[in-house]
């Protein structure tokens, strides 16, 4: 299976001048991408972001799993990005 680095593509594709709206639902690798994001900078050229955060409440499959993430770590998520500037919003 190929992936694809979200910050290349970014950075390839995005000028800063364009008005950016991003909607994530990847199943939990959520808790990677987001640090990329914010690592290599790509984050400055989102201007919004609504992102499905998967817990172990809301996981892929019924009944939930533990997942290993909780609340807390979804929210985290939200407030990092909005701390760096994303306005950053869960999409449920």
């Known amino acids: 299976m190929r992936a ?3 910050a ?8 800063r001048r364009d008005y950016v709206v991003l909607k994530l639902d990847v199943e939990s690798a959520e808790y990677t991408l987001v640090p990329h994001l ?19 409440l809301n996981s892929c499959c019924w ?3 533990n997942s290993g993430r909780h609340r807390a770590d979804a929210l985290r998520l939200i407030q990092e990005l909005r701390r760096a ?4 919003h869960e999409w449920i």
Request: proline content about 5%; hydrophobic content about 40%.
């Open 4 to 6: 694809l680095d979200l």
């Open 8 to 15: 290349d593509f970014l950075r390839r594709r995005v000028d």
């Open 38 to 56: 914010l690592q290599t900078g790509a984050h400055r050229l989102i201007d919004e972001l609504f992102m499905e955060v998967h817990t172990d």
């Open 63 to 65: 009944p939930p799993h």
């Open 85 to 88: 500037g994303v306005y950053a």
